[in-house]
């Protein structure tokens, strides 16, 4: 069974870090880009980054830009996202997913089940 699993989530006030980590498990992303999407209550899911499959391409939200960072580790079948300075508009649940490539993230052959990011003011 396939399966993504996100953890790293949490409280944090303004201007703090957090670094997710989402956990791939039942066969290896190795070959496979992947990203992070978030969705605040009330909102749509958006995307917030993307990585190829050998980490050396990598693609950003506007609104993440600088401040976010994807990576990964193609031996723990794990990739990460580094978060720092987070504003209160962070605040969302982050979902990982594994997709074939990089402009096709947005409609990914797998999901995690999410975690939850809290940026107080």
């Known amino acids: 069974q396939v399966q993504l699993v996100e953890s790293g989530g949490g409280l944090v006030q303004a201007g703090g870090s957090l670094r997710l980590s989402c956990a791939a498990s039942?066969?290896?992303?190795?070959?496979?880009?992947m990203g992070w999407f978030r969705q605040a209550p009330g909102k749509e899911r958006e995307f917030v980054a993307a990585i190829n499959w050998s980490g050396l391409d990598t693609r950003y939200a506007v609104s993440v830009r600088g401040r976010f960072t994807i990576s990964r580790d193609n031996t723990k079948n794990t990739v990460y996202l580094q978060m720092n300075s987070l504003k209160p508009e962070d605040t969302a649940v982050y979902y990982c997913?594994?997709?074939?490539?990089?402009?096709?993230?947005?409609?990914?052959?797998?999901w995690g089940q999410g975690t939850q990011v809290t940026v107080s003011s």
């Open positions: 997913a594994a997709g074939t490539t990089i402009p096709t993230i947005a409609t990914p052959d797998y």
């Open positions: 039942g066969r290896t992303f190795s070959s496979n880009a």
